[in-house]
Nanobody, 124 residues
């Protein structure tokens, strides 16, 4: 089994910063793209940022220039540095990873894994 555990959420004032972390654990042969998504109650989950195993990044237009995604492959961890936060960034943030793991049949398979989510509230 593979798990993603997020940390770093909480309450922050507008204009403030937060850093999220997400660590993968379990039977992992390799991790490909990792990313962060967010969801507001009543709305669909949306992409925030992704990063490939080689370090190529992709951001939603709404966070470009404010958020930075990074990863530490040795620690199997992805980070999201969030600066200049606004109330519109309030959401539950989920990390995601494409993981190569061992299948029940004994071979390998790629699975998409989600973290449990961490709430970020931007409010004065």
């Amino acid at each position: 089994q593979v798990q993603l555990v997020e940390s770093g959420g909480g309450l922050v004032q507008p204009g403030g910063s937060l850093r999220l972390s997400c660590a993968a654990s379990g039977t992992i042969l390799n991790i490909f793209t990792m990313g962060w998504y967010r969801q507001v109650s009543g709305k669909e989950r949306e992409l925030v940022a992704t990063i490939t195993s080689g370090g190529s990044t992709n951001y939603a237009d709404s966070v470009k220039g404010r958020f930075t995604i990074s990863r530490d492959n040795a620690k199997k961890t992805v980070y999201l540095q969030m600066n200049i936060l606004t109330p519109e960034d309030t959401a539950v943030y989920y990390c995601n990873a494409e993981v190569l793991t061992i299948a029940a049949s004994g071979g390998s398979r790629i699975m998409k894994v989600w973290g449990q989510g961490t709430l970020i509230t931007v409010s004065s």
